[in-house]
């Protein structure tokens, strides 16, 4: 068993002085790894090697790199160490063996040793090894080892020194890194054929980057409380892996692992940093691509209903809920918020936010969509901000803005086709908007080409509290069957028909009376006194001033079936001036997501 | 829109690429000195020109037509009044496109 190896000369070698001289020692190496070398340097070996009781940290100087490449020395190889010497570093003591000799063996992990140096710093004396440690027992001899474990600036205790998260990678393990929290995640839970298990992620940032970290199973009991956002923690003996992009959008390769031996300190430097962020105005959305990350930060003008969407992966139901955005370039954005910050958003009092790490999406020319590392951050106390609060202020209050759609954006049910995008109607053709049982609701700029002038209008009931249904001539008056009234006059409303033109193609829509009245330019009550009073040519005047003029028609398709023949029916819910800032903008890009 | 014009659309960084030339100019009017005028062009750059006695700048946004000194300044032949609100990024955009291949024969 432990035969074949010295026992105690790990320990030895910790307690000495200097190093033991004529000690030959038979240790077993239990890991290595390689550090490459940095340009003109060799590939240097690391090693464990173990004495059957404890193992500790060695170097192996380059000449022997040989052995290794030629796997004579490998993990669980018993070599016999004939020359070696001791350094200190850090407080710590690394063997440097200068040559060594494998020696016979063929089998497994001798005995269960423990990390030297853990031993060291929890007991207060040692077992006894080989030979006596020469300056007495713990006091004096772990001095070095306890001598770092005082928190001092140079970070962690024998647990590695000082990092830069800038320089930290897979290949070393012993570091520390002083970062703060820059998002925590919720705790996730997940079960495959493999099994179940939870995880959590937290961003750390310092002066030099960022990196995420993850935690799994028992870790997220372990640390999921104790990390909190915004605080700032030393963090050390976790795994250093290459990041996963897939989950992981941070900007760095590799990302953290904790593990069960990972240590998490609270800190109370505050010098760390706190997040940093890389603005894009709402206005330079355009120049991104769909599905990169950016940072923004503007002034929430509206927030809309909570609503909710089932996922097609879980099946499972969850909320989101859409805000709008602007700042000074004038633009307007959707931001579409995911799950718990769904339902916990509440500031209706047109807030600053910044966001960092929203993805860019083109759903009604561009939207903005809170990924899981997403985070949002009330009322930032960045110049970025105050800027904002003083321009809204001052101008931005009253201002309209140009969505990256249409500029009056109503949120209507069944939205299949985003309401506010403009589609040619040559699209609305091809894509058959209404004709499923569905109804479609959809916007295009296209001007008046010819309006009906046979029945543009039917008497409505006069009831000043709305009725609006269609009254019949009694002869002494007209009735309306809802109210059970007699009306001595009807009050005409539109129901226009125009067929309306684009560069594509046209169709016959509807209009009723707030959208004919604003297209004709004379209340339908009016009209029909013309008509009835003979003015032929007042009354055509209006329909020939009507035809010609360009709008942005904000539509809805629904199927109806006549004489047992569906067809489609085009009905205009409301009518604005083009937009001609943002359909331009529309185009512009149109332009350059052109080849 | 308009009909080609034989005079190339411009903003201040293509003053010189067109120096000696006779070009177009839309832009926003900063001031009127004398007889004088500093207008922002489409890319935020500002340009000096110089206005006959009898060119009427009225509205905020304008067209110059003129010829590119060699100080870069603009002397002014005619101008179109374009009243008070100008989408300036969607005019910028036209003047790219016009100088890259993308606007070759459509633009000018």
Redesign the interface.
């Known amino acids: 068993m432990s035969g074949l190896l010295t026992t105690g000369f790990c320990e030895l070698i910790h307690t000495s002085a200097s190093d033991p001289k004529d000690v030959i020692p038979i240790v077993q190496i239990l890991n290595i790894k390689k550090i490459s070398g940095q340009g003109q340097d060799k590939d240097r070996y690391r090693v464990i090697i173990s004495d059957g009781k404890y193992f500790t940290q060695g170097m192996l100087a380059t000449q022997n790199n040989p052995l290794v490449e030629s796997k004579q020395i490998d993990k669980n190889t018993v070599v016999k160490l004939t020359q070696f010497a001791s350094n200190s570093v850090q407080g710590r003591k690394l063997i440097i063996i200068l040559a060594l000799e494998p020696v016979e063996y063929n089998g497994d992990k001798i005995g269960n040793p423990t990390n030297l140096e853990k031993a060291e710093i929890s007991s207060a004396t040692h077992t006894n090894g080989g030979a006596p440690p020469p300056n007495g027992a713990s006091g004096g001899a772990s001095a070095p080892l306890r001598a770092a474990p005082s928190r001092a600036a140079q970070g962690g205790r024998d647990v590695g020194p000082l990092f830069p998260i800038e320089r930290l990678s897979p290949y070393q393990n012993k570091w520390t890194i002083k970062a703060r929290v820059t998002a925590k995640s919720e705790i996730k839970h997940w079960s495959n054929q493999r099994g179940d298990g939870k995880l959590f992620n937290v961003t750390f940032m310092d002066e030099t980057g960022e990196i995420r970290a993850t935690g799994f199973n028992e870790t997220v009991d372990t640390f999921y409380e104790m990390l909190q956002e915004g605080k700032v923690y030393f963090v050390s003996r976790a795994r250093v892996n290459i990041a996963k992009k897939q989950f992981n959008n941070v900007n760095n390769d590799y990302e953290i692992a904790f593990e069960r031996d990972t240590e998490i300190e609270a800190c109370d430097d505050e010098s760390v940093p706190k997040m940093k962020y890389n603005f894009t105005s709402i ?1 330079d959305l355009e120049s991104l691509q769909k599905d990169e990350m950016c940072d923004v930060i503007g002034i929430v003008k509206e927030v809309h209903e909570l609503g909710s969407v089932t996922s097609k992966a879980t099946n499972k139901p969850f909320a989101k809920r859409d805000i709008q955005l602007v700042d000074q370039s004038g633009q307007s954005v959707r931001l579409t918020l995911w799950g718990k910050q769904a339902e916990n958003f509440e500031h209706k009092d047109e807030p600053v936010i910044a966001f960092k790490g929203v993805k860019v999406g083109d759903f009604g020319g561009r939207s903005l969509s809170m990924f899981s590392s997403a985070t949002m951050s009330l009322e930032p106390d960045i110049p970025e901000a105050h800027q904002l609060r003083g321009w809204f202020e001052a101008e931005g209050r009253n201002k309209q803005f140009t969505a990256y759609t249409n500029t009056n954006v109503t949120r209507t049910e069944n939205a299949v086709a985003n309401p506010s995008e403009l589609k040619t109607i040559g699209q609305v053709k091809d894509e058959q908007l209404g004709m499923n049982d569905k109804t479609e609701y959809f916007s295009t700029s296209a001007t008046v080409a010819f309006i009906k002038q046979e029945t543009f209008a039917y008497p409505a009931c006069a009831n000043p509290d709305g009725c609006n249904k269609k009254v019949m001539d009694s002869g002494s008056g007209w009735v309306c069957e809802k109210c059970e009234r007699t009306w001595e006059n009807p009050i005409w409303r539109y129901i226009l028909q125009m067929n309306i033109m684009d560069h594509v193609g046209s169709i016959w829509i509807t209009g009723f009376n707030e959208v004919a009245e604003q297209i004709m330019g004379i209340p339908a009550n009016d009209l029909t006194g013309l008509k009835e009073g003979g003015d032929e040519s007042k009354f055509g005047s209006y329909f020939q001033k009507a035809v010609g003029q360009t709008f942005t028609f904000q539509m809805m398709a629904k199927q109806d079936s006549f004489n047992d023949q569906p067809r489609v029916r085009y009905q205009c819910r409301r009518v604005s001036e083009p937009d ?2 943002s359909e ?2 529309r185009l ?1 890009q149109q ?1 350059n997501l ?1 080849g | 829109m308009a009909p080609l014009a034989p005079e190339p659309r411009i903003n201040a960084s293509l003053l010189a690429k067109y120096r000696g030339q006779t070009v177009r100019l839309p832009a926003k009017v900063v001031k009127i000195v004398g007889s004088t005028a500093t207008v922002e062009a489409s890319d935020g750059g500002q340009i000096g020109v110089h206005l006959g006695r009898d060119m009427h700048i009225a509205d905020t946004y304008v067209e110059i037509i003129g010829s590119v000194k060699d100080d870069l300044s603009l002397k002014a032949l005619t101008s179109i009044n374009l009243g008070d609100r100008l989408d300036m990024k969607a005019v910028q955009a036209v003047i790219e496109f016009s100088q890259s291949s993308k606007g070759e024969g459509i633009l000018v």
Request: hydrophobic share 75%; no cysteine.
């Open positions: 206005g001609f800032v331009s903008a512009v332009i052109m």
